[in-house]
């Protein structure tokens, strides 16, 4: 009697490190490479979100414009 409540709890961890499994792989499909850090420079760093097409923008070098994150527009019209 005791191996089987042993085996039924063994059972079920594995079931549920599957479960959490699959959702974690799920989950990171659909996030992947949605963030791209793009540096056109060595002023300027751009985060740009592939899924809305926003990107925010810094400059890193000191007094050379603004130092916080601003997010900029993208215009997709030919």
């Known amino acids: 009697m005791e191996n089987k409540s042993i085996l039924y709890i063994c059972i079920s961890i594995i079931i549920g490190f599957s479960i959490l499994s699959v959702s974690l792989l799920l989950l990171y499909k ?17 985060i740009f979100d592939s899924k809305t097409g926003d990107y925010w923008r810094k400059f ?10 601003s997010k900029e ?6």
């Open 30 to 46: 659909d996030n992947r490479n949605r963030y791209q850090m793009i540096s056109p420079n060595e002023t300027n760093i751009i």
């Open 60 to 69: 890193i070098e000191p007094d050379e414009g603004p130092t916080d994150w």
């Open 73 to 78: 527009s993208v215009n997709l019209k030919k």
